[in-house]
């Protein structure tokens, strides 16, 4: 037999992972080393994370608030306010990893958060709405997968520590000398999948570095984008009260570029005015936001 270290490194890079056989296997070796603090991640990854119990901040997703309207179907609810925004739109995502994988086996691109019925008190009572709405935060499918692809490369950076330790458990088993050495090594969990970084430049551009890759952002760029899509707005076929909608929406987008908000939250609104566009068959400037945004973001 080989070594279980290697053998689990391997297949965290296959590229046909099984994610749950990859945590077992990887509980099986914690246990081995007695490496409880990263057994207890493993363990919540693979059972759920307990409410009371603190999240790692690859599991907080991020989605787009929408209100069920009588004509239009599901539109977009933009809130003002940065700070209810961040409050309302982020969702800790507490499921064992299995059900991720299997809530996004689904053909639709996004998954669904309800509220609670107090919440949807709040919320109507936010939006000074005539009658009672159902609301529900919309969140991209890539965005919950990504919890799966946080899980994989903790593992894997685990993996290659253990090794460069020379912990690498021939023939299932540790000697009393890797167990003493694994003692020694990093077991909280984000010293291994890292975190997302934004570096401030100056006002009129910004650098952004999401792992090992930068993307450049100005605002004057996403705004001739918006500029192309209101144009493309103005020549699409929509109904007035879509079109209503539609300025509306590129209105907020308007000002939070003009206030120079993260390019995360603008993002979010050229998202949500795609999603809007797509729901009242205006697949021509839907197209062309999902065409722009590659370019700026």
């Known amino acids: 037999m080989g070594s279980i270290v290697l053998d689990l490194q391997a297949e965290v890079m296959s590229p046909d992972c099984d994610v749950v056989n990859m945590l077992r296997r990887a509980h099986a070796i914690a246990v081995k080393l007695r490496l409880d603090e990263f057994d207890q991640w493993i363990?919540?990854?693979l059972n759920g994370y307990p409410s009371a119990e603190p999240f790692p901040?690859?599991?907080?997703?991020?989605?787009?608030?929408?209100?069920l309207n009588p004509n239009l179907g599901w539109i977009h609810a933009p809130i003002s306010n940065e700070e209810s925004e961040k409050a309302i739109c982020r969702r800790k995502v507490n499921n064992s990893i299995s059900e991720i994988v299997s809530l996004c086996k689904g053909e639709t691109d996004y998954l669904t958060f309800e509220f609670s019925g107090r919440q949807l008190s709040h919320l109507n009572r936010i939006f000074r709405l005539p009658s009672s709405r159902n609301f529900v935060l919309f969140v991209s499918k890539v965005a919950v997968m990504d919890i799966v692809e946080k899980v994989k490369n903790t593992v894997l950076e685990w993996t290659l520590v253990l090794e460069?330790?020379?912990i690498v458990g021939e023939n299932m088993k540790f000697s009393e000398r890797e167990k003493?050495?694994?003692k020694e090594i990093p077991q909280t969990v984000n010293n291994y999948y890292g975190v997302t970084n934004i570096i401030n430049a100056p006002s009129k551009g910004m650098q952004i570095i999401s792992g090992n890759e930068s993307v450049s952002f100005s605002y004057d760029k996403v705004s001739s984008v918006l500029t192309a899509i209101e144009k493309s707005i103005n020549i699409d076929?929509?109904?007035?009260d879509g079109k209503e909608?539609?300025?509306e929406l590129l209105s907020e987008i308007s000002d939070k570029i003009k206030e120079e908000k993260k390019p995360s939250v603008i993002k979010a609104s050229f998202v949500a005015l795609k999603d809007f566009l797509i729901g009242v068959g205006c697949e021509v400037t839907a197209n062309l936001i999902q065409t722009k945004m590659l370019g700026v973001f």
């Open 43 to 45: 363990s919540y990854e």
């Open 57 to 67: 901040d690859y599991r907080i997703v991020t989605g787009s608030l929408k209100s």
């Open 164 to 166: 460069k330790k020379n």
């Open 180 to 182: 003493k050495s694994a």
């Open 237 to 240: 076929r929509l109904k007035p």
């Open 245 to 247: 909608t539609a300025i």
